[in-house]
């Protein structure tokens, strides 16, 4: 008889990084290919330091031991072809680095006021970078996790602006409600303004109140709400049962939003019939995508 577990050890073992990464880009670069400048495709994701889920399983080990994440994480991002991609509790730059040149992607880091950064990649020009850009110096309570501002250049020329974030997390509601409010207040501006926005991360937050009232008030649009089916649930990713991560948008963009919903499928969630199968975090990522002709 066949012991499957230990052929499939030996698979993993036996796979080849450089054909990984290989792959990854290749699928990339064909549907970049393919794509037409006139859509947007977007992907908000807490990969949970790129490290696997549950942390425990011995397979999810043995990968993040052979240093075959990077190419993991980019290869099944790119089966969806996405123009930005945020994370969320993000590994070290150099794992960063590594899946952005695997996605042929520019990226940026923002610091985080703990020990949880984020990461913002795209194939399109990132400039203009702030972290936690607030009116005044950061408290110490606040953003522990990550915040930062960053502009992207599509290529009609507009410089789209992203937020980045990742809220204190459950129960400290009174935090989290400061911060969306000091985060409100440095977009005032912008929002009155009716300019192209966008908002990604794990808010921490389900869509209830007091929180989710506080950015719909404000001008942003989930949009998961305005276009998705059934709940959206994204955490954890062997049986959702909450949905904190979100791809919100505000101005003329968020009247183009065609399709959001969760990515609950391929390697991002946990097999339950496989007791060595492990997702690549314990959140699932939420994608939306943009019709720019609109």
């Known amino acids: ?4 577990r230990q052929t499939r ?4 073992q036996q796979t080849s990084l450089a054909g990984m990464a290989m792959l990854g880009t290749n699928v990339l670069s064909l549907q970049a290919d393919e794509k037409k400048d006139k859509t947007l495709r977007v992907i908000a994701y ?3 330091e790129c490290t696997g889920w549950p942390k425990e399983r011995a397979l999810g080990k043995l990968a993040t031991k052979l240093g075959q994440m990077p190419a993991r994480f980019a290869h099944e991002l790119a089966l969806y072809a996405p123009d930005i ?6 590994p070290q730059e150099p794992v960063v680095q590594t899946i952005a ?3 042929d992607m520019n990226y940026v880091m923002f610091p985080s006021g703990g020990k949880w950064p984020g990461a913002l990649l795209s194939r399109f020009e990132i400039k203009n970078l702030q972290n936690a850009p607030l009116k005044t110096e950061r408290p110490a309570d606040l953003f522990t996790r990550h915040w930062g501002r960053a502009e992207i250049k599509l290529p009609s020329g507009e410089a789209l602006i992203v937020h980045s974030a990742h809220l204190r997390p459950p129960p400290e509601t009174e935090i989290r409600v400061r911060e ?5 207040e440095t977009m005032r501006a912008e929002l009155r303004a009716k300019r192209s926005m966008l908002l990604l991360g794990d808010l ?3 869509p209830l109140p007091p929180e989710y009232p506080l950015w719909s008030d404000a001008g942003w649009i989930d949009t998961f709400a305005a276009v998705g089916q059934g709940e959206g649930l994204t955490i954890k990713s062997d049986k959702p049962d909450l949905r904190i991560d979100y791809v919100m948008a505000a101005g003329p963009l968020a009247r183009q939003v065609t399709e959001s919903r969760p990515l609950f499928e391929g390697d991002f969630r946990v097999n339950n019939e496989d007791l060595e199968s492990f997702a690549l ?3 699932l990522p939420q994608l939306a995508v943009f019709d720019l002709s609109k």
């Open 1 to 4: 008889m066949i012991n499957t």
């Open 9 to 12: 050890r030996a698979m993993l």
């Open 46 to 48: 807490n990969v949970y």
């Open 85 to 90: 991609v945020n994370f969320s509790e993000s």
């Open 101 to 103: 040149k695997l996605l």
């Open 180 to 184: 969306i409010r000091a985060m409100l």
């Open 204 to 206: 921490n937050h389900p």
């Open 281 to 283: 975090s314990d959140h």
